[in-house]
């Protein structure tokens, strides 16, 4: 069965429907690779059993019988709930996200909880409280983060589909890092109902595939307003695999954001690939604009600002009275408080947290937090100009490939990896990370679509075309 390690979702789809195999060998084949992989990876944090897996999910839907993993951030009824962190060590949550209801009735076999930095705030995944999570193609190297542990599960072919959460960025890089697709979706399309919120004006539940097909597929198993998410849009639920056939949209026009691909920093073995991308489009019909985001420069200061200070908003209830762990040995309130805080957060949540509140401070939230705002009004309006023009955009995904675990020496180094991935959460507009070549040492390097609110349909279609044309979906890391 070794050969199914990186089936996609379509052909097991097949083999099931077929009873060439069963749901059940299915899922023990793909816990038995956890079993034998994961040690050194690092992709999960816990494991359900076969049997409590099966009897949560329905046997039919158009996930029936496929196992995933979703990201430790995402409340899964009667299973445990840290978030990466030790101030939720042990929390089991009461009911299901809805992005869980819907793919377990759609038939997904939901393995895990997936490896991920604290509250999903990092981009190497150096952060989860209780172990790292590494990239299969270099273990010595990051998988991206957030959602490190579940890109990397599905990169090694444990699983063929996984949950991310975007907030910055945290899908898309460490997709790109690990060489598979990474959809940030139209802020509003994915309920958070049972999103653990980092930033709730940002976050969004992402998907992880190895192909944009199965990505489509389970992103159409998920997406559709939700009357438990006040922010979720008024988008009926549909099939985003139709129209999947390898072609791209009659006159299609892409915008190459060029002041991206000529950024001070950028990897000149990124810039290579991706100008082999742009030539790779224009082959299969797709007219080429060379095009501006004015504000890209501005992008990741607005996004460090506004997503701070919605974290310190949104942390504030882990204090140790209402659920999660509490300091035992504080004797006042106050105490408790702090101490319970302080040893529960990481380092990188704790920090935070303290610019959240720093730039919303009485003297420092009009230099600060409100020109952030007006700054998040002009990207948005950005964006709205370049799409009267072009369709879509395409740009870099990350300024470098995926580096050495441990090597990055400020928090301001690892920010700036998401400089190219911010904007499109300040905007709430949807993209696609997709494989585009590797290193000259063989790491996997990415681009990204990037579309206008809701243009989700198009991304996959443009995407899949790509894929189609190209082999780098085909290529695995060694030894999985």
């Given at each position: 069965?070794?050969?199914?390690?990186?089936?996609?979702?379509k052909?097991?789809?097949?083999?099931l429907?077929?009873?060439?195999?069963t749901s059940?060998?299915?899922l023990?084949?793909?816990?038995?690779?956890?079993?034998?992989?994961?040690?050194?990876?690092?992709?999960?944090?816990?494991?359900?059993d076969?049997e409590?897996?099966?009897?949560?999910?329905?046997?039919?839907g158009?996930?029936?019988?496929?196992?995933?993993?979703?990201?430790?951030?995402?409340?899964?009824?009667?299973?445990?709930?840290?978030?990466?962190?030790?101030?939720?060590?042990?929390f089991?949550?009461?009911f299901?996200?809805?992005?869980?209801?819907?793919?377990?009735?759609?038939?997904?076999l939901?393995?895990?909880?997936?490896?991920?930095d604290?509250?999903?705030?990092?981009?190497?995944?150096?952060?989860?409280?209780?172990?790292?999570?590494?990239?299969p193609?270099?273990?010595?190297?990051v998988?991206?983060?957030?959602?490190?542990?579940?890109?990397?599960?599905v990169?090694?072919?444990?699983?063929?589909?996984?949950?991310?959460?975007?907030?910055?960025?945290?899908?898309?890089?460490?997709?790109?890092?690990?060489g598979?697709?990474?959809?940030?979706?139209?802020?509003g399309?994915?309920?958070?109902?049972?999103?653990?919120a980092?930033?709730?004006?940002?976050?969004?539940?992402?998907v992880?595939?190895?192909?944009?097909?199965?990505n489509?597929?389970?992103?159409?198993?998920?997406?559709?307003?939700?009357?438990?998410?006040?922010?979720?849009?008024?988008?009926?639920?549909?099939d985003?695999?139709?129209?999947?056939?390898?072609?791209?949209?009659?006159?299609?026009?892409?915008?190459v954001?060029?002041?991206?691909?000529?950024?001070?920093?950028?990897?000149?073995?990124?810039v290579?690939a991706?100008?082999?991308?742009?030539?790779e489009?224009?082959?299969?019909?797709a007219?080429?604009?060379?095009?501006?985001?004015?504000m890209?420069?501005?992008?990741?200061a607005?996004?460090?600002?506004?997503?701070?200070?919605?974290?310190?908003?949104?942390?504030?209830?882990?204090?140790?009275?209402?659920?999660?762990?509490?300091d035992?040995?504080?004797?006042?309130?106050?105490?408790?408080?702090?101490?319970?805080?302080?040893?529960?957060?990481?380092?990188?949540?704790?920090?935070?947290?303290?610019?959240?509140?720093?730039?919303?401070?009485?003297?420092?939230?009009?230099?600060f937090?409100h020109?952030?705002?007006?700054?998040?009004?002009?990207?948005?309006?950005?964006?709205l100009?370049?799409?009267?023009?072009?369709?879509?955009?395409?740009?870099?995904?990350?300024?470098?490939p995926?580096f050495k675990?441990?090597?990055l020496?400020?928090?301001?180094?690892?920010?700036?990896?998401?400089?190219?991935?911010?904007p499109?959460?300040?905007?709430?507009?949807?993209?696609l990370s997709?494989?585009?070549?590797?290193?000259?040492?063989?790491?996997?390097?990415?681009?990204?679509f990037?579309?206008?609110?809701?243009?989700?349909?198009?991304?996959?279609?443009?995407?899949h075309?790509?894929?189609?044309?190209?082999?780098?979906?085909t290529?695995?890391?060694?030894?999985?």
């Amino acid at each position: 069965m070794e050969h199914l390690a990186f089936a996609t979702i379509k052909e097991l789809k097949v083999l099931l429907e077929q009873k060439k195999i069963t749901s059940r060998e299915l899922l023990d084949f793909y816990l038995k690779r956890f079993e034998k992989y994961d040690g050194a990876l690092g992709a999960a944090l816990e494991l359900f059993d076969p049997e409590s897996i099966m009897q949560a999910s329905a046997s039919q839907g158009s996930l029936a019988g496929i196992p995933g993993i979703i990201k430790d951030i995402i409340a899964e009824k009667d299973r445990r709930l840290t978030c990466g962190s030790k101030i939720l060590k042990g929390f089991t949550s009461t009911f299901d996200a809805t992005a869980v209801v819907r793919l377990k009735n759609a038939g997904g076999l939901l393995v895990g909880r997936a490896n991920c930095d604290e509250f999903a705030m990092g981009s190497s995944n150096e952060h989860s409280a209780y172990k790292k999570a590494h990239n299969p193609w270099d273990l010595s190297r990051v998988p991206g983060g957030s959602s490190g542990g579940s890109i990397a599960a599905v990169a090694a072919g444990l699983v063929p589909w996984a949950l991310g959460t975007e907030t910055g960025g945290s899908v898309r890089q460490p997709a790109a890092f690990c060489g598979i697709v990474g959809l940030k979706p139209t802020y509003g399309l994915v309920p958070r109902y049972g999103l653990v919120a980092y930033a709730s004006s940002f976050d969004q539940i992402g998907v992880a595939t190895r192909m944009v097909y199965d990505n489509a597929a389970v992103f159409s198993a998920m997406a559709g307003q939700d009357s438990k998410d006040s922010s979720s849009l008024a988008v009926a639920s549909k099939d985003y695999t139709i129209g999947l056939n390898g072609t791209l949209k009659k006159d299609l026009v892409i915008g190459v954001v060029d002041n991206a691909l000529h950024a001070k920093g950028i990897d000149e073995e990124i810039v290579t690939a991706i100008d082999g991308a742009i030539d790779e489009m224009q082959k299969l019909g797709a007219k080429i604009k060379r095009v501006s985001l004015a504000m890209l420069d501005y992008a990741i200061a607005a996004y460090v600002i506004l997503s701070r200070a919605e974290a310190a908003s949104n942390l504030a209830k882990f204090d140790g009275v209402r659920y999660g762990n509490r300091d035992k040995e504080a004797k006042t309130l106050l105490e408790m408080y702090n101490c319970t805080r302080h040893n529960g957060f990481g380092q990188e949540v704790r920090r935070r947290i303290l610019v959240g509140n720093y730039v919303l401070s009485a003297g420092h939230a009009a230099a600060f937090y409100h020109n952030a705002k007006k700054v998040q009004a002009k990207i948005r309006r950005d964006f709205l100009e370049l799409f009267d023009n072009v369709d879509l955009l395409m740009m870099p995904v990350t300024p470098t490939p995926a580096f050495k675990i441990g090597s990055l020496s400020s928090p301001l180094q690892e920010d700036l990896q998401d400089c190219f991935t911010c904007p499109m959460n300040v905007a709430g507009v949807p993209a696609l990370s997709i494989p585009c070549g590797f290193t000259n040492n063989k790491l996997p390097i990415g681009f990204q679509f990037v579309g206008p609110h809701c243009s989700e349909e198009l991304l996959y279609k443009t995407g899949h075309a790509y894929e189609q044309a190209t082999p780098w979906h085909t290529m695995h890391p060694e030894g999985y």
